[in-house]
């Protein structure tokens, strides 16, 4: 995989339209796409992603193949709002330091509810779901995006769209403090993390959190290449960026491909700040996991587009993601074309 792009299917649009938009992307240079098929919105996860993802999946592979497009099935990880979940598995959801659950008090938003990465229910049940996924041929592999804690921090930008000021790490923010954390971590340090004083410069506190996504991202992974697939994740900007704010500390996750949300919009930054998230990604990287630097095309005229595609692939991108929903225009394809179409 080069270069790719999120890939949101319309249920019930015609394959012609589909097809369309294959060819669109091939023409462009893109080789890749991540297709959502399980957003943690819908009940998809009730006891499976098949129903809204093989109908999907189906179509689209034969197509896809055809136009030489290789597809990843792209599932929201962590965050959940399945009914059934929900009503029956009530503790597998995270917990603030304030003591709530985010099933019943979800921070920011109504449907900011997240899944304990410590459980080993929840990591059995996204297992079962990447492996279900990983059954579909020709996919190319499976993409976990929302695969992190709930932000403790939000990115800088975004903190005034919630009248929030977070200069430290406030307790209703901070997660995830259930009995199954409290108990592993006690385990492991003979220390609760509810008696800490300072919890977020307990470096061990910290790295038990981070700690816990990886090996949920190394299970998944597992299960992906048993069947012969990849496995890529969305992750947050940086890897400083990332571990701050998420407890992401993805440039030492065991996955074949990440792709970082560059969007330096959300930070505050201009389009030039995008190369130096790049470099720092690429320097702290595992050997062999391959960076597609993630670009909101929406926040990107069609000349910083190009630009941002050419400085992203000198500061050792091996390609680029875009986030494009609805906002590809006429003159963003070619400026698409310009930079990542390979000559024939
Ligand atoms: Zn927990």
Same mark, same amino acid.
């Given at each position: 995989?080069?270069?790719?792009?999120?890939?949101?299917?319309?249920?019930?649009?015609?394959?012609?339209?589909?097809?369309?938009?294959? /060819?669109?992307?091939? /023409?462009?240079?893109?080789?890749?796409?991540?297709?959502? +098929? /399980?957003?943690?919105?819908?009940?998809?996860?009730?006891?499976?992603?098949?129903?809204?993802?093989?109908?999907?999946?189906?179509?689209?592979? $034969?197509?896809?193949?055809?136009?030489?497009?290789?597809?990843?099935?792209?599932?929201?990880?962590?965050?959940?709002?399945?009914?059934?979940?929900?009503?029956?598995?009530?503790?597998?959801?995270?917990?603030?330091?304030?003591?709530?659950?985010?099933?019943?008090?979800?921070?920011?938003?109504?449907?900011?509810?997240?899944?304990?990465?410590?459980?080993?229910?929840?990591? /059995?049940?996204?297992?079962?779901?990447?492996? #279900?996924?990983?059954?579909? #041929?020709?996919?190319?592999?499976?993409?976990?995006?929302?695969?992190?804690?709930?932000?403790?921090?939000? $990115?800088?930008?975004?903190?005034?769209?919630?009248?929030?000021?977070?200069?430290?790490?406030?307790?209703?923010?901070?997660?995830?403090?259930?009995?199954?954390?409290?108990?592993?971590?006690?385990?492991?340090?003979?220390?609760?993390?509810?008696?800490?004083?300072?919890?977020?410069?307990?470096?061990?506190?910290?790295?038990?959190?981070?700690?816990?996504?990886?090996?949920? +991202?190394?299970?998944?992974?597992?299960?992906?290449?048993?069947?012969?697939?990849?496995?890529?994740?969305? +992750?947050?900007?940086? $890897?400083?960026?990332?571990?701050?704010?998420?407890?992401?500390?993805?440039?030492?996750?065991?996955?074949?491909?990440?792709?970082?949300?560059?969007?330096?919009?959300?930070?505050?930054?201009?389009?030039?700040?995008?190369?130096?998230?790049?470099?720092?990604?690429?320097?702290?990287?595992?050997?062999?996991?391959?960076?597609?630097?993630?670009?909101?095309?929406?926040?990107?005229?069609?000349?910083?587009?190009?630009?941002?595609?050419?400085?992203?692939?000198?500061?050792?991108?091996?390609?680029?993601?875009?986030?494009?929903?609805?906002?590809?225009?006429?003159?963003?394809?070619?400026?698409?074309?310009?930079?990542?179409?390979?000559?024939?």
């Amino acid at each position: 995989m080069r270069n790719c792009i999120w890939m949101h299917p319309a249920p019930g649009e015609p394959p012609a339209a589909w097809q369309r938009q294959l /060819a669109e992307m091939r /023409a462009a240079g893109l080789d890749s796409a991540m297709v959502l +098929v /399980a957003d943690g919105e819908r009940a998809l996860y009730d006891s499976s992603v098949l129903p809204v993802a093989a109908p999907v999946l189906e179509q689209l592979l $034969p197509l896809a193949q055809a136009e030489g497009v290789a597809l990843h099935a792209w599932i929201v990880a962590l965050q959940c709002n399945a009914a059934r979940i929900l009503a029956e598995h009530g503790d597998w959801y995270s917990v603030s330091r304030r003591g709530d659950s985010s099933r019943d008090r979800p921070p920011y938003i109504d449907s900011y509810r997240w899944l304990c990465p410590t459980r080993p229910e929840v990591q /059995a049940y996204l297992c079962a779901l990447v492996d #279900e996924l990983s059954r579909f #041929e020709p996919l190319a592999g499976v993409h976990l995006d929302y695969i992190r804690h709930p932000d403790v921090i939000l $990115p800088p930008a975004l903190q005034p769209r919630y009248g929030l000021v977070q200069d430290r790490e406030l307790p209703e923010y901070d997660f995830c403090y259930c009995s199954a954390c409290r108990a592993a971590f006690a385990a492991q340090t003979g220390r609760d993390p509810l008696t800490l004083d300072d919890p977020a410069a307990e470096a061990d506190w910290v790295r038990f959190r981070c700690d816990g996504i990886r090996s949920l +991202v190394a299970a998944a992974a597992d299960r992906a290449r048993s069947r012969g697939k990849k496995l890529s994740a969305a +992750v947050f900007a940086t $890897p400083s960026l990332a571990r701050r704010y998420v407890r992401q500390q993805w440039e030492s996750w065991d996955v074949d491909a990440v792709l970082p949300m560059i969007y330096h919009q959300y930070y505050g930054q201009p389009p030039a700040w995008i190369p130096a998230a790049v470099r720092e990604g690429t320097e702290a990287l595992r050997p062999g996991v391959t960076l597609h630097a993630g670009l909101f095309v929406g926040r990107l005229a069609p000349q910083e587009l190009t630009q941002a595609i050419e400085r992203s692939l000198s500061a050792g991108a091996t390609g680029v993601a875009l986030f494009a929903s609805g906002s590809m225009t006429a003159a963003h394809w070619p400026a698409v074309r310009s930079t990542c179409r390979q000559p024939d």
